[in-house]
């Protein structure tokens, strides 16, 4: 599967993103999902990861109540609606895939990468 990410930006503190990711080449619903990020000097970290219905979902803590995973199986596309963002989030995000029915949050279990995203907030 190919995955395409896009919606990154600039945006001032407290304000908000919808990043997109949209999968081709394979059955989208086959495939869990997950946004990872990646800030300078720092190692990946997972954000948020999705099951393959979208009925199960599962957040890091620092962006629990802020961010909302989601993912539309008719479109083959995931989402990820980023609110009250932090300096903090500042990062590149990435979208990625495994073929498997159930969510996992450690990246290494993912075998599909999309090429990031940009995110800047600031202060």
């Known amino acids: 599967v190919q995955l395409q990410a896009c919606g990154g930006g600039l945006v001032q503190a407290g304000g908000s993103l919808r990043l997109s990711c949209a999968a081709s080449g394979r059955t989208f619903s086959n495939y869990a999902m997950g946004w990872f990020r990646q800030a300078p000097g720092k190692e990946r970290e997972f954000v948020a990861v999705?099951?393959?219905?979208?009925?199960?979902?599962y957040y890091r803590d620092s962006v629990k109540g802020r961010f909302t995973i989601s993912r539309d199986n008719t479109k083959n596309t995931l989402y990820l609606q980023m609110n009250s963002l932090k300096p903090e989030d500042t990062a590149v995000y990435y979208c990625?895939?495994?073929?498997?029915?159930?969510?996992?949050?450690?990246?290494?279990?993912?075998?599909?990468w999309g090429q990031g995203t940009l995110v800047t907030v600031s202060s």
């Open positions: 990625a895939a495994v073929e498997r029915r159930g969510y996992d949050s450690r990246a290494s279990v993912y075998n599909y």
């Open positions: 999705i099951n393959w219905s979208g009925g199960s979902t």
